[in-house]
């Protein structure tokens, strides 16, 4: 079974750059087929999907964050990194990081971190 854990911190200061770390176990993020996402839910909002690592390292990114966005991973930990600049009060959320998998005629979210809130301090 695969497990997703965030890690990072759980309060960052206006305009500065948030760091969340996923850790996967029970599997390979270099697994065919396995596409690493970031996810976040703003207090009282929907699922907001930020942006996904695949198995083989391309990124892509929510065109609303894309500029402050970057995903990247460490292959020797089996871990992927969000990095979010220019943090605002309209970031804080609930973190997620998720397996989705990628097939011919098929998607489906796989497994799911346990979230991790975030808040902003003005």
């Known amino acids: 079974q695969v497990q997703l854990q965030e890690s990072g911190p759980g309060l960052v200061n206006f305009s500065q750059t948030l760091s969340l770390t996923c850790t996967v176990s029970?599997?390979?993020?270099?697994?065919?087929?396995?596409?690493w996402n970031w996810i976040r839910q703003p207090p009282g909002k929907g699922l907001e999907w930020i942006g996904r690592?695949?198995?083989?390292?391309?990124?892509y990114y929510s065109p609303s964050l894309k500029s402050r966005t970057s995903i990247s991973r460490d292959t020797s930990k089996n871990q992927f990194t969000l990095q979010l600049t220019s943090m605002t009060a309209e970031d804080a959320a609930v973190y997620y990081c998720a397996l989705v998998v990628v097939s011919p005629g098929i998607l489906y979210f796989r497994s799911w971190g346990q979230g991790t809130q975030v808040t902003v301090s003005s």
């Open positions: 690592i695949s198995y083989s390292g391309y990124t």
């Open positions: 029970g599997g390979d993020i270099t697994t065919d087929s396995y596409h």
